[in-house]
């Protein structure tokens, strides 16, 4: 069989506080939508923003992260994989279908303060986590906390 990706990379912005759920197995599973714009000229010179919507559904340790961390108008780089789904619809009886992402691995970009209920410094890989409580500091603090010699140079 030949080598095949399904591989999503976004960095966008939360649309509506996630909606998170469990299942039955007590598995944690959160929903929420991520904006991405792009920005472009039109054919007569004039500068335009298109922005998309994406559908995003996280599972286990990722959604319960997501369920504490991140908020309308978080700041977000995800990595995940597309999945589509299919189902009859009940009223009409067509074949509906949905595509979304499914997140893999999640890094919350925005500080404290930032969208409508804040943030924090947070990053969840399903492979690998490290977790940042730390707010931001200020340049002064990061100089002084951040002492760099010649020993610390690797070249």
């Known amino acids: 069989m030949a080598k095949s990706v399904n591989k999503v990379i976004l960095l966008g912005n939360v649309g509506k506080d996630p909606e998170v759920k469990f299942a039955a197995s007590g598995t944690a599973i959160a ?13 007569s010179g004039e500068w335009q923003d298109r ?33 589509t789904t299919s189902w009859d619809d009940k009223q009409s009886g067509q074949k509906r279908y949905k595509t979304e992402i499914v997140v893999g691995d999640i890094s919350l970009l925005s500080g404290r ?23 931001p500091s200020s340049n002064d603090e990061l100089m002084h906390s951040a002492e760099i010699t010649d020993d610390d140079i690797p070249f």
């Open 113 to 135: 303060g930032e969208g409508e209920s804040g943030g924090g410094g947070y990053s969840r890989s399903s492979s690998a986590s490290s977790y940042d409580q730390r707010g």
């Open 51 to 83: 922005t998309e919507w994406h559908a995003l559904t996280a599972f286990g340790k990722v959604a319960e992260i997501i369920r504490d961390y991140v908020k309308k108008g978080s700041k977000l780089y995800v990595e995940g994989s597309l999945r």
């Open 31 to 43: 929903s929420f939508t991520l904006a991405t714009s792009e920005r472009f000229k039109d054919k």
